[in-house]
């Protein structure tokens, strides 16, 4: 059984202009250990799936249906109390921006000792040795007199690791990274990144990681969602979809990664603007922004279905396979025609 499965979610938010569909239909699952990136632009539905199944979207003008089943119970019908529990002790979230979740008058092990008191029955003095613990495992230098600092005194980076080192205080069997590394530079991004999947082995946690960004994808995922305009454009293991990507979209953000390996670096951009939620376009929703349109696009909406031959290879577009194909080795040789 799954540890996160996911079905049919949707969350709709009711506005003063109508009924924003923020998430409308989002099926994945994710087994222990394992690590799922959700990958698309702003706004395409990644970060409210995961609030969604955190319980964390406001309640007044929040619509949502579908299921979480996280251990054979569902977030989405469990009681505030319930799923209060779960999220201190099963399920842990890492934000982008840690000083939003850091309490900036507190010094970092008061921070520590006081998340593992609220769900552990230990004394201050087994809470701080775990804290200080949780601070070496993180690669926090010199942790016995950093424990005392601020958050302030400490770089955007190390940051991001009290965060991860807050995240771990239960022993998660689920972490939630929403772009966690998006505010950090390229340097200590890959640190952090490192730093994950390192721990991910130590704790044996499952990660969903939200990304804009596919190369962060390639670096730690076992498999990967993409979403466009609340839907899943095309779901798949990550050396599947690198290797052969099904979805126009995909090959949109798979052209827009630079290539040092190419003669010359291309930066494909995705022409135009993602749709708006509150009235989105008939049949495939990309279609505005396709060059690869067809008239059965704009009035027919692809279901998600195999791509050839593999099962677990899933994506929702109407090109056949032979196109996908051949336009996806255009892709992946940096040769594809810019989108615009
Ligand atoms: Fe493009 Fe049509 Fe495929 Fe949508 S269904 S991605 S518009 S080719």
């Known amino acids: 059984m799954a540890l996160l499965e996911v079905r049919d979610l949707k969350t709709h938010f009711r506005t003063d202009d109508g009924i924003v569909k923020a998430v409308d239909g989002v099926s994945f699952s994710i087994e222990k250990g394992q690590t799922l990136g959700i990958v698309g632009e702003s706004g395409s539905g990644k970060s409210v799936t995961c609030l969604t199944i955190m319980g964390l979207n406001p309640k007044r003008n929040t619509i949502s249906s579908g299921e979480a089943i996280f251990k054979g119970e569902n977030l989405l019908a469990m009681s505030s109390s319930r799923l209060r529990d779960i999220r201190g002790n099963d399920i842990a979230m890492i934000f982008q921006d840690p000083m939003t979740s850091l309490n900036p008058v507190h010094r970092i092990g008061a921070q520590l000792v006081e998340a593992i008191q609220l769900h552990r029955d230990v004394t201050k003095r087994q809470a701080r040795a775990r804290a200080l613990e949780l601070l070496n495992a993180v690669g926090i230098p010199r942790a016995e007199r950093r424990i005392d600092d601020y958050p302030h005194q400490f770089s955007g980076g190390m940051r991001q690791r009290v965060m991860i080192a807050m995240a771990l205080v239960n022993d998660p069997d689920l972490l939630i990274a929403d772009e966690p590394t998006t505010a950090l530079d390229v340097t200590t991004q890959a640190q952090i990144?490192?730093?994950?999947?390192?721990?991910?082995?130590?704790?044996?946690?499952?990660?969903?990681?939200?990304?804009?960004?596919?190369?962060?994808?390639?670096?730690?995922?076992?498999?990967?969602?993409?979403?466009?305009a609340a839907k899943v454009a095309e779901h798949a293991p990550v050396d599947n979809l690198f290797k052969r990507p099904h979805h126009p979209y995909t090959w949109g953000l798979l052209g827009s990664l630079p290539r040092l390996d190419a003669d010359v670096e291309r930066l494909v951009q995705i022409r135009g603007q993602p749709p708006s939620l509150l009235n989105p376009p008939r049949g495939c929703r990309f279609h505005p922004r396709c060059p690869y349109v067809m008239g059965i696009c704009k009035t027919v909406e692809p279901e998600l279905l195999p791509a050839g031959d593999e099962a677990d290879h899933v994506q929702a577009c109407h090109l056949d396979v032979a196109t996908k194909?051949?336009?996806a080795a255009k892709v992946l040789a940096g040769t594809m025609a810019e989108a615009s």
Do not use: C, P
């Open 193 to 228: 990144l490192t730093l994950m999947t390192d721990l991910q082995k130590d704790f044996g946690s499952a990660i969903i990681i939200i990304t804009h960004d596919l190369g962060v994808i390639a670096e730690v995922a076992d498999d990967v969602v993409v979403m466009y």
């Open 325 to 327: 194909d051949r336009e």
